[in-house]
């Protein structure tokens, strides 16, 4: 469902071209578990950027599910975003001065969906994360691994096709961080295509596809199956 | 996809209490800027609508004749004679009753004596006029009756004495019918004017008016201060105004030496003064509110660069550059808003105290400046916004989200 053909992604810092991604070219099918791995600068992150579409490719095709979503315009991309990619992030990124509910009612209310039908779904939501007496607190009232289950929450309400994470654990304790890479996979189980971005190789390892990547190319691309008899 | 307006409006709501000393600063400073306009028009409001009733109060349909020319008309013979400019006299006056168009008509002289009665005394205004002065200039007689519809040129010992000066002469004590010298005469008292007769510097309460002729020998002189004539209608008064000027300039030897003045007139132009005043002063007070307007765009710039991160959110969870910019010009539309009715109420509050403190000042904003303020507050609100607001469309995401 995704297909990236010779992504090549470049910034100007100074007079100096960097090539975050150089040559890439990858292809993903529905329901896979991937990570994404490498140190920091590797260009990972970018990566997910750019499958996110928050960012645009400098030369390259990205299709998704088929669709050449490169040549969108700023609000075609917006409604991609809305309705195909969940995003979960290292900072949560949750909005303070809104409670739990309404963060994770955001995705609809862009998507300019009624109040009835947001209410049911965020209920719904919020319950099969096990969040739903914490639905009326702040940000600031929830813990780490609370706030990013609501995260998760938020990213998942419209139904996403994809969901990237950008190390999801990294501002977690140990705990947490199990207790959320579970309801991730979880989420991956029952159909959702799931991309993490982590530098942390114990997590890394638990998914069934590792992409490695060193200095915006990539560098192995290996089932987890293969891994272990290599 | 389209955003719900009220979903706009709570996400705005939710944001300006999100921020509450930013809210409150600018609420203040827009606030201000509303009120200062509505203060500052009412009170060049109550001040033209003072003046304008205070003319009212002169008399209806009043013209007034007064001796000498106030226009310079250059070298006449007059000058080159060192002549001075002839007189009014009564004679003028009783050649102006000549004519249809002329409802009443009433000579004036005016000056200062010293009154007295036994051991009082004080010097008192004294108006030299004739019966129908009560009517033209609309006052009332509180006790007794007005000069007597007599003779012009009979000086009857008989006064109409202030409410003020009654109480200081008399006391408590029966005044109608008693004796008052004025100066070196003694006038009978036939009546006492009431209270509310007031206009342009003279307080009715305070003066005693008596017969004209009686007034001229008392100042020892036969001119006038001035003729009051009252036209039949407001058309009659050009008509009037003409016949004066013909019957005098004729009774002059042909040389045109009094001012006539039409009450219309003098009304007109200090309304035209008054109303440029107040739009002058409104002017001004608009300054402060595109001040706040500024102030707003400032303060919204912060505000997007303090929520560089949240607006990064919103772009990864599918909002397009054009939702961004509806959801910050809502922010500050609500803001202008609430300044701009916050500033109405804190200006009919002042409006409210300036009537409270002068009560004589019927300090009311007009109309038209309440309506200007609310759409200039909104209107600067919502311009100045639209700069923050395209920055923060413009944002990257992902930088906007590395942040921490």
Redesign the interface.
Known sequence: MIELSHIHRNFQVGDQTVHALDDVTLTISAGEYLSIMGPSGSGKSTLL?LI?L??RPTSGIYRLNGQDVTSLN??EQ??????EIG?V?Q?F?L????TAA?NVE??L????I??EERNQRVARVLDNLRLTDRSHHMPEQLSGGQRQRVAIA?AIV?NPKVLLADEPTGNLDHKSGQDVLRILEELNARGITLIMVTHDPEMGQRARRQLHMMDGRMDSDQEAGQRGSA | MALHSRDVARFAWDALRGYPTRTILMLTAMAIGVAAVVVLTSLGEGARRYVTSEFSSLGTNLIIVIPGRSETAGINPGTMMGETPRDLTLNDSLALTHNYSVRRISPLNIGSASVSRQNRSRDVVILGSSHDLLAIRHWELAQGQFLPQTDLERAAPVAVIGSKIRDELFGARRALGEWIRIGDRRFRVIGIMGSEGRSIGVDVQETIIIPVASAQQLFNTSSLFRILVEARSREAIEPVKQFIIDTLQQRHQGEMDVTVITQDAVLATFDRILSALTYAVGGIAAISLAVAGILIMNVMLVAVSQRTSEIGLLKALGASARQIVILILAEACLLSLLGAFAGLALGQLGSLIIRYAFPVLPAYAPVWAVVTALLVALVTGLLFSLMPARRAAGLDPVLALSKR
């Open positions: 950027n996110g928050l960012d700023d609000s917006a409604l991609v975003r809305n309705r995003f992030f900072m990124h909005v303070p001065r809104l309404g955001l995705p209310v862009l998507a300019g009624s109040p938020r419209t």
